[in-house]
């Protein structure tokens, strides 16, 4: 790792990596283990599969509701943890079914939420958490409701958690990283995504390295989008700031249907026989 600037917390020996088999899980462990920071990885066998010679995995599959209670969380050494566990969903939220509901929320903030809390009960060093959520956590989307509520609650958990951190050691720190538009290579056999205009998981995994190398305050919350503008179509735009929630979108003219064609009519109608 590359030298602190003045006040900066202490170079981590280790590094941690939650989920994310592809994309900027393995750019981060990449990184990491260049710079000579042991890596491990927390993830299912299908996450960890992707991690490049040298990073130890920790098998844990982040849906499970017993799994992340139960796999060694102990580090040895101050350390790096990234999460950048979470799934996409996108439907209209009437739609929702149990399923969906526990598997998204399991996966993208339950699970993670309760390996950290063992991490840190078990590693007496200092941890700096680098959260890596998405601009969905305050922009506002149509058909992503409950996606974009729980990138909300990883974003709140991150924040809320930076005092426990400090209780934890005086060098304790987080970095809330929200990005836009990441490309995600698929898994093999799938053929290599064209990143076009998305965020590249290399460029963005430097960026988000050198955020949490260089900080120097408890907290840093950063904002990486995409450019649009023409000849610069995917280049990282980096901001702090504070981002103020969108107001709701207007529905698409294409996406809006009777009534009567409502996955849960049947139901709606059922109930209100009964009220009447």
């Known amino acids: 790792m590359s030298t602190a600037a003045p006040g900066a917390t202490a170079a981590p020996r280790v590094a941690a990596v939650i989920g994310e088999a592809a994309g900027l899980g393995r750019a981060l462990t990449e990184l990491a283990l260049r710079q000579g920071v042991p890596v491990f990885r927390f993830g299912s066998a299908e996450d960890c599969a992707g991690s490049p010679p040298g990073a130890e995995s920790r098998l844990v599959d982040l849906a499970d509701a017993a799994q992340p209670w139960t796999v060694d969380p102990a580090l040895p050494g101050p350390a790096l943890v990234f999460w950048v566990a979470g799934r996409f969903l996108q439907q209209p939220f009437a739609e929702l079914t149990a399923a969906d509901a526990e598997a998204l929320t399991r996966h993208s903030l339950t699970g993670p939420a309760a390996l950290l809390a063992r991490i840190l009960a078990a590693d007496p ?69 064209d990143y076009g205009t998305t965020l590249d998981p290399v460029h963005v995994a430097e960026l988000v390295w050198r955020l949490a190398d260089t900080q120097t305050e408890p907290l840093t919350h950063a904002v990486i989008q995409r450019d649009k503008r023409p000849g610069a179509e995917g280049s990282p735009l980096l901001s702090f700031h504070g981002p103020v929630p969108d107001p709701p979108p207007h529905p698409r003219p294409d996406t809006l249907r009777p009534v009567g064609t409502h996955p849960n009519r049947e139901e709606r109608g059922e109930v209100e026989q009964q009220r009447t």
């Open 125 to 193: 060093h200092p941890v700096h958490l680098v959260t890596v959520g998405s601009v969905s956590a305050w922009r506002a989307r149509q058909h992503q409701a409950y996606y974009c509520a729980l990138r909300a609650a990883q974003s709140a958990l991150t924040r809320n958690l930076l005092p426990e951190l400090r209780e934890h050691s005086p060098d304790g720190r987080a970095t809330l990283v929200e990005l836009g538009g990441l490309a995600v290579p698929p898994l093999p056999p799938y053929p290599a995504m």
